[in-house]
């Protein structure tokens, strides 16, 4: 059963939905907000940012002015949907992945609630984490949160029922979910997650993480029916 109880040094899976699952992401502007608060919510520091639509993704992750200090947790890898984050987290600091998500969720409501004029509570009340207890269970989970965008491209992915060389270009193109750093990719968002090599001796294939993936929806669905 998914609970927030969260353990220096452990990996989790996290997410959340939009209330009613509603779009919590409604245009380019609203996910690179969301990765912004991903870079520079993840620190012991304070570092506001305008709730005004200023400031892009880029010039935030080119700042090298911008002081978080010590971090709060490693980000393993995620995927933005229309209506969910999925995230998977290491906790580095004790309550870590507590203050980083109310930091993330708390900037990204006020920014979407003053951008679209409305009021109260976007997503369905507090976040959702899963403890990942070994490395196999790891790589299936950063699998089944790089390949989730495949839902956007092919409804029955998480049953198999996919050919991934129909969907593989949209989804290595998909620019919000860290696939491609993951892979190898050269590109600024690599600043925000952690390199997790050291935990494969060669990085697997997509047929691989979509093998992997399966196998997490298989054992976990509760989780997986964001």
């Not at 109880?5 to 907000?33: L, M, P, S």
């Not at 200090?69 to 995927?79: C, F, M, N, W």
């Not at 600024?188 to 997509?206: A, C, D, S, W």
Request: glycine content about 6%.
């Amino acid at each position: 059963m998914a609970n927030n109880i969260c353990v220096t040094g452990e990996w989790y899976h996290c997410y959340n939905r939009g209330t009613d699952k509603r779009t919590v992401f409604e245009d380019v502007a609203d996910y690179e907000r969301f990765l912004t608060l991903l870079y520079v919510s993840n620190g012991t520091n304070s570092i506001r940012i305008s709730d005004q639509r200023t400031g892009s993704l880029s010039m935030f992750l080119e700042n090298t002015s911008i002081d978080r200090t010590e971090p709060l947790v490693e980000i393993g890898a995620y995927a933005l949907m229309p209506n969910h984050p999925h995230l998977i987290l290491k906790q580095v600091a004790d309550g870590g992945i507590a203050r980083f998500m109310q930091k993330v969720f708390t900037g990204y409501t006020m920014y979407f609630n003053l951008k679209n004029k409305r009021t109260g509570a976007l997503f369905a009340g507090t976040y959702k984490s899963r403890h990942i207890s070994n490395d196999q269970y790891l790589k299936q989970a950063i699998s089944y949160v790089l390949l989730n965008p495949a839902e956007l491209f092919a409804d029955d992915w998480k049953k198999g029922m996919i050919d991934l060389s129909q969907i593989r270009e949209p989804l290595l193109a998909y620019r919000f979910s860290s696939l491609s750093d993951f892979l190898g990719s050269k590109r600024q968002e690599n600043k925000i997650v952690t390199e997790m090599g050291e935990f494969y001796e060669k990085k697997p294939t997509l047929d691989e993480m979509l093998s992997y993936a399966i196998s997490y929806h298989q054992e976990n669905p509760a989780d997986t029916e964001v």
